[in-house]
């Protein structure tokens, strides 16, 4: 296939058919959530209707059950580029955080040094503001607020050697869209002995994760921003696990991947995760010729056509979102908040509207079945130092692999009547 072709993506997400007072629904709301291709929602009915068990059984139902699990590391494996006993999983990104700064907090002391950024969700903030408690130093990365990019040369100075014990950041930004060079900061913490921990939550949908190559100790994501249901991964390298002791069970399995999964695991949102990493796959494979450039050689397999297919996802949105912030830029009264033009950036684009808060013009955007997000989106700090937390934040369009062209030409047009609405 020489073209993305958007119709069949769209024809294998049954919720693309809602409507809202007649109006096709836009969906676009993809950084708080993805819709669901029907191979996820089959294979999460599939597993409760056929194999649902606990594991470790001598069972039938028992044994698949066991079966689905390993599939679903090795699943996340090829998603994320490391290795099926290097994927863990639990409730959700934010769970999964606390219990990996409940590990690495044991290894802290007044006077250690922490440095997190003010461009994250607080779900890369709030597990590590907390050892303040204790007296360890928690320093924050500013951002550039005009560029909404993170100030490097701070971030260079703050990392000390010897002192700072952990370096967390996200992938990127999911209010604002900003990609960060997480490798540069997983090199940063790396030459200053500290564990580096990514928050890859936005960017798993926009693009491809090699952890290798970021260099990263942990790196975190939610399937239900890629097309899955509500489960939570995360990559710890195989070395850091080693090194930790995660909160377990004296009964739990002491061997990675299994000594950082506490408790019965989600087993239907393990099929759905899978499945949803199948998808992907499906996409890279039928999109192949679209990407082939940039394939490495080295690639193989599912993990092969799992790159491919983020990739066509970026190659399709890209263009759209440069269009559409084009577009909103043209409209009086609004304002884009982002990255400049040609930086690392999602298709993630998030403006004001004058004479409307955020809310107001999601709530009559919402009418119009143009499901965008307002606030702050737990991006909470970014917000605030914008200077936007008092006018509710900002209006977030986000893009995702089933979006059109005429999705985003009908919410230009409703912006428009929103600004001329305006005297
Ligand atoms: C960038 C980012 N990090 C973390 C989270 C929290 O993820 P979870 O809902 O899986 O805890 C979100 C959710 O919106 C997010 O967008």
Same mark, same amino acid.
């Given at each position: 296939?020489?073209?993305?072709?958007?119709?069949?993506?769209?024809?294998?997400?049954?919720?693309?058919?809602?409507?809202?007072?007649?109006?096709?629904?836009?969906?676009?709301?993809? #950084?708080?959530?993805?819709?669901?291709?029907?191979?996820?929602?089959?294979?999460?009915?599939?597993?409760?209707?056929?194999?649902?068990?606990?594991?470790?059984?001598?069972? @039938?139902?028992?044994?698949?059950?066991?079966?689905?699990?390993?599939?679903? /590391?090795?699943?996340?494996?090829?998603?994320?580029?490391?290795?099926?006993?290097?994927?863990?999983? %639990?409730?959700?990104?934010?769970?999964?955080t606390?219990?990996l700064a409940?590990?690495l907090?044991?290894?802290?002391?007044?006077?250690?040094?922490v440095v997190i950024t003010?461009?994250d969700h607080?779900a890369n903030r709030s597990p590590w503001l &907390?050892?303040?408690?204790?007296?360890?130093?928690v320093?924050e990365v500013?951002?550039?607020?005009?560029?909404?990019?993170?100030?490097?040369? @701070?971030?260079? *100075?703050?990392?000390?050697?010897?002192?700072t014990k952990v370096v967390a950041l996200g992938?990127?930004?999911?209010?604002?869209?900003?990609?960060?060079?997480?490798?540069?900061a997983?090199?940063?913490a790396?030459?200053?002995?500290a564990w580096s921990v990514v928050d890859?939550?936005?960017?798993?949908? /926009?693009? $491809?994760?090699?952890?290798?190559?970021?260099?990263c100790d942990f790196?975190l994501?939610?399937?239900?921003?890629?097309?899955? #249901?509500?489960? !939570?991964?995360?990559?710890?390298?195989?070395?850091?696990?080693?090194?930790?002791?995660?909160?377990?069970? @004296?009964?739990?399995?002491?061997?990675?991947?299994?000594?950082?999964?506490?408790? *019965?695991?989600?087993?239907? %949102?393990?099929?759905?995760?899978?499945?949803?990493?199948?998808?992907?796959?499906?996409? %890279?494979? +039928?999109?192949?010729?679209?990407?082939?450039?940039?394939?490495?050689?080295?690639?193989? !397999? =599912?993990?092969?056509?799992?790159?491919?297919?983020?990739?066509?996802?970026?190659?399709?949105?890209? $263009?759209?979102?440069?269009?559409?912030?084009?577009?909103?830029?043209?409209? +009086?009264?609004?304002?884009?908040?982002?990255? $400049?033009?040609?930086? $690392?950036?999602?298709?993630?684009?998030?403006?004001?509207?004058?004479?409307?808060?955020?809310?107001?013009?999601?709530?009559?955007?919402?009418?119009?079945?143009?499901?965008?997000?307002?606030?702050?989106?737990?991006?909470? &700090?970014?917000?605030?130092?914008? !200077?936007?937390?008092? /006018?509710?934040?900002?209006?977030?369009?986000?893009?995702?692999?089933?979006?059109?062209?005429?999705?985003?030409?009908?919410?230009?047009?409703?912006?428009?009547?929103?600004? =001329?609405?305006?005297?």
């Open positions: 296939m020489t073209h993305y072709d958007v119709a069949y993506v769209r024809s294998q997400f049954p919720a693309l058919k809602r409507t809202i007072d007649g109006l096709p629904v836009a969906y676009l709301d993809g #950084p708080g959530g993805t819709q669901t291709p029907q191979r996820v929602l089959d294979a999460v009915r599939e597993y409760l209707v056929d194999h649902n068990a606990n594991y470790g059984g001598r069972f @039938a139902t028992s044994e698949e059950t066991d079966a689905m699990v390993a599939e679903a /590391h090795k699943a996340g494996a090829d998603f994320l580029g490391g290795d099926p006993a290097e994927v863990s999983f %639990g409730a959700n990104m934010t769970t999964l606390y219990f409940e590990a907090g044991r290894g802290l002391h007044a006077g250690d040094e003010a461009l607080e &907390r050892f303040a408690e204790r007296g360890v130093v320093r500013p951002v550039d607020l005009a560029t909404c990019t993170l100030d490097w040369s @701070a971030f260079e *100075t703050l990392v000390r050697p010897g002192r992938y990127a930004s999911n209010a604002v869209g900003t990609v960060n060079d997480v490798a540069r997983a090199g940063l790396r030459s200053a002995g890859a939550v936005h960017y798993a949908l /926009h693009g $491809p994760i090699d952890v290798r190559a970021v260099g790196l994501c939610s399937a239900y921003k890629f097309f899955g #249901p509500h489960v !939570g991964l995360m990559y710890a390298r195989r070395e850091a696990t080693a090194q930790v002791e995660p909160l377990r069970l @004296a009964t739990q399995h002491a061997e990675p991947p299994y000594v950082w999964e506490t408790g *019965t695991l989600n087993f239907e %949102g393990l099929a759905g995760t899978t499945a949803a990493i199948d998808f992907i796959a499906d996409l %890279g494979e +039928r999109h192949a010729a679209l990407v082939e450039d940039r394939l490495s050689a080295g690639l193989k !397999g =599912r993990r092969r056509a799992v790159v491919a297919g983020m990739l066509a996802g970026e190659v399709y949105e890209q $263009p759209l979102a440069k269009g559409l912030r084009e577009q909103l830029a043209a409209i +009086r009264g609004v304002t884009l908040h982002g990255p $400049p033009e040609g930086s $690392p950036r999602t298709s993630t684009v998030s403006f004001t509207l004058d004479g409307f808060t955020a809310g107001e013009a999601a709530r009559a955007l919402g009418v119009r079945g143009l499901f965008v997000w307002d606030g702050d989106f737990y991006a909470a &700090r970014l917000v605030e130092l914008l !200077g936007l937390a008092e /006018h509710g934040g900002l209006i977030r369009v986000g893009l995702a692999p089933y979006t059109t062209q005429d999705e985003l030409e009908r919410l230009v047009a409703a912006v428009r009547d929103l600004s =001329r609405s305006v005297r």
